[in-house]
T-cell receptor, first 115, second 109 residues
Framework: NAGVMQNPRHLVRRRGQEARLRCSPMKGHSHVYWYRQLPEEGLKFMVYLQKENIIDESGMPKERFSAEFPKEGPSILRIQQVVRGDSAAYFC?????????????FGPGTRLTVT | AQRVTQPEKLLSVFKGAPVELKCNYSYSGSPELFWYVQYSRQRLQLLLRHISRESIKGFTADLNKGETSFHLKKPFAQEEDSAMYYCALVEAAGNKLTFGGGTRVLVKP
């Protein structure tokens, strides 16, 4: 089991461009979580998804950010019209089923730099 | 809203010395508390859960509900313990982890 995969590992975007971050959960896991880590801060929850459903998006900024976890393929975190403040490390985690949030396995993260 | 505070950003100790990482939380209900660790160039991984009450790699953590603390301790630090440590909580029956700001531990030879 290769673990949670994220790509790209590093992403550079100019202000105003779109950023797409991908997360493939561990085999057999149907729950995905996205976290953001700003410089010198801890990880902050953004969104929790199951296949084809957004369960909790209370940590998502109201504008420009969206997430999906389609029936087939990876989960995608999309940031439109990026700004410098979006520069951060974005981590994805997956867990096998409901009620096992403590069994979150983390990916290596995508480091987004907005120039 | 729940909050996790790790007051020390950096802890530097000598090998063989005790190490204690402080974690305080605020949450009105009964949360689950965890310690996560990130070694250099590795991904974040679970170290301890308060419910399991076990010792992992010599580390222990006791939940003190009166003081709302979940400090991580190891009596004799090793160089391989050098890493970033994050305290986290999840609300009862919840899904999202709330993390503290992290403490970098540096164990010197």
């Amino acid at each position: 089991n290769a673990g949670v995969m994220q790509n790209p590992r590093h992403l550079v975007r100019r202000r105003g461009q779109e950023a797409r971050l991908r997360c493939s959960p561990m085999k057999g896991h149907s729950h995905v979580y996205w976290y953001r880590q700003l410089p010198e801060e801890g990880l902050k929850f953004m969104v929790y998804l199951q296949k084809e459903n957004i369960i909790d998006e209370s940590g998502m900024p109201k504008e420009r950010f969206s997430a999906e976890f389609p029936k087939e393929g990876p989960s995608i975190l999309r940031i439109q019209q990026v700004v410098r403040g979006d520069s951060a490390a974005y981590f994805c985690a997956s867990s096998p089923r409901t009620g096992t949030s403590y069994e979150q396995y983390f990916g290596p993260g995508t480091r987004l730099t907005v120039t | 809203a729940q909050r996790v505070t790790q007051p020390e950003k950096l802890l530097s100790v000598f090998k063989g010395a005790p190490v204690e990482l402080k974690c305080n939380y605020s949450y009105s209900g009964s949360p689950e508390l965890f310690w996560y660790v990130q070694y250099s160039r590795q991904r974040l991984q679970l170290l301890l859960r308060h419910i399991s009450r076990e010792s992992i790699k010599g580390f222990t953590a006791d939940l003190n509900k009166g003081e709302t603390s979940f400090h991580l301790k190891k009596p004799f630090a090793q160089e391989e313990d050098s890493a970033m440590y994050y305290c986290a909580l999840v609300e009862a029956a919840g899904n999202k982890l709330t993390f503290g700001g992290g403490t970098r531990v540096l164990v010197k030879p």
